[in-house]
């Protein structure tokens, strides 16, 4: 195998918008990942319905398909 070709592999902080934390390794260059959703708080783990309204989009779909 050639030297020097593969990335750095390090432990990474990942943080979720819902407030879980946890530590994994990764060939990220930052020590921090920021998450919009995790296993913790993603509909299929928890069985309840969460919509992630990204920059008002929900509103811009039931306003234009509105009867």
Same mark, same amino acid.
């Given at each position: 195998?050639? #030297?020097?070709?593969?990335?750095?592999?390090?432990?990474?902080?990942?943080?979720?918008?819902?407030? #879980?934390?946890?530590?994994?390794?990764?060939?990220?260059?930052?020590?921090?990942?920021?998450?919009?959703?995790?296993?913790?708080?993603?509909?299929?783990?928890?069985?309840?319905?969460?919509?992630?309204?990204?920059?008002?989009?929900?509103?811009?779909?039931?306003?234009?398909?509105?009867?």
């Amino acid at each position: 195998m050639k #030297a020097d070709i593969h990335p750095n592999y390090h432990e990474v902080k990942v943080i979720c918008s819902c407030g #879980a934390q946890f530590q994994t390794r990764s060939t990220l260059s930052d020590q921090e990942m920021h998450l919009d959703v995790c296993s913790q708080c993603h509909p299929f783990y928890t069985g309840k319905q969460k919509i992630v309204d990204t920059a008002g989009q929900v509103d811009k779909f039931n306003r234009r398909f509105a009867f």
